[in-house]
């Protein structure tokens, strides 16, 4: 099974408003990591966010990570069209050499 | 840009053929990795590798194999097709030091259709 789960699968909103999206894994971490996919590309790296770090920002981007309840979250404020994609965690366990990929949250920016 | 290039980036075939999928990179990065990518189930890990003729299995590697006899080379081999092997093919590199869970850089994928 999926080591990340994302919350919401969907998410629709206006231009400007901020975005907000969740995702909960099952095991102790190294690292948890976002990545952007537009349609019909790769995946893209947002940024890294290390077991002992609580709060990483990077441009509009905002990440938290609470390793006691196992989960982080990912803020992108003032949000814009090009914005509109599919936004994955991922999660490596405790002397793994692989990430484990949750199913993605999809976000449409509304003009 | 990681200098990652998928090949073919989209393929017909019949079931039962075989089918090779090729991951190059030219940086020489240590680890490579193919996931396939189905709606409902995000990314799943198949195989990956962390050097030359180093492979090891990932999540989904039923019905494939792997080989790497060249740094730069990952290939991907379905050795008879099967309408459950359609899917979006992403070969990935991780340009991580020491340890393996770095950031990766992905190839624009390989989109293969059983009939």
């Known amino acids: 099974s999926q080591q990340g789960e994302e919350d919401p699968q969907a998410l629709s909103i206006q231009e400007g408003e901020n975005a907000t999206m969740n995702c909960s894994y099952k095991?102790?971490?190294?690292?948890l990591q976002w990545y952007r996919q537009n349609s019909g590309r790769g995946l893209v790296h947002l940024i890294l966010?290390?077991?002992?770090?609580r709060e990483k920002h990077s441009g509009r981007l905002r990440v938290t990570l609470d390793t006691s309840k196992k989960s982080s979250s990912l803020l992108i404020t003032a949000s814009r069209a090009a914005d509109t994609a599919s936004y994955f965690c991922?999660?490596?366990?405790?002397?793994?050499?692989?990430?484990?990929f949750g199913q993605g949250t999809r976000l449409t920016i509304n003009p | 840009d990681a200098g990652i290039t998928q090949s073919p980036r989209h393929k017909v075939t019949e079931t039962g053929t075989p089918v090779t999928l090729r991951c190059h990179q030219t940086?020489?990065?240590?680890?490579m990795y193919w996931y396939r990518q189905d709606p409902g189930h995000g990314l799943r890990l198949i195989h990956y590798?962390?050097?030359?003729?180093?492979?090891d299995k990932g999540e989904v590697s039923d019905g494939y194999s792997v080989s790497r006899s060249k740094t730069e080379d990952f290939l991907l081999t379905l050795e008879s097709a099967t309408s459950s092997q359609t899917s979006v093919y992403f070969c990935?590199?991780?340009?991580?030091?020491?340890?393996?869970?770095?950031?990766?850089?992905f190839g624009e994928g390989s989109r293969l259709t059983v009939l």
């Open positions: 990935a590199i991780s340009v991580a030091g020491a340890g393996n869970t770095g950031e990766l850089f």
């Open positions: 095991t102790s971490i190294n690292n």
């Open positions: 966010i290390r077991s002992n770090e």
């Open positions: 991922a999660t490596d366990g405790k002397g793994a050499q692989k990430l484990v």
């Open positions: 940086e020489n990065h240590r680890y």
């Open positions: 590798s962390y050097g030359v003729k180093d492979t």
